[in-house]
């Protein structure tokens, strides 16, 4: 069995930081990409930013106010993000791609939730 929990998140006034943090544990052989998606009230699931084998891509929205990285060693990705806006207020999910049993397999996490307040 293969888990990815969240921490981090929080309430925070406009332009404040917060740093988001997702360790997958269990039967893990290998992990692909690893990224973080968000939902806010009413609208759909997005991607916000993805790291697979060091390289890095991020949602416009987010390009220059969030980093995402990876510390291979203890399974686990992160997602500082500084300037935060009312806008990016959401539910953020941890998503990695996991090979447990000899293929790979998607992988959510149950998702905490980021208030930026005005």
């Known amino acids: 069995q293969v888990q990815l929990v969240e921490s981090g998140g929080g309430l925070v006034q406009a332009g404040g930081s917060l740093r988001l943090s997702c360790a997958a544990s269990?039967?893990?052989?290998?992990?692909?990409?690893m990224s973080w998606y968000r939902q806010a009230p009413g609208k759909q699931r997005e991607l916000v930013a993805t790291i697979t084998a060091g390289i890095t891509n991020y949602a416009d929205s987010v390009q220059g106010r969030f980093t995402i990285s990876r510390d291979y060693a203890k399974n686990t990705v992160y997602l500082q993000m500084n300037t935060l806006k009312t806008e990016d207020t959401a539910v953020y999910y941890c998503?990695?791609?996991?090979?447990?049993?000899?293929?790979?397999?998607?992988?959510w996490g149950q998702g905490t939730q980021v208030t930026v307040s005005s």
């Open positions: 269990g039967r893990i052989i290998s992990i692909n990409g």
């Open positions: 998503n990695a791609l996991i090979n447990s049993r000899g293929s790979y397999n998607n992988y």
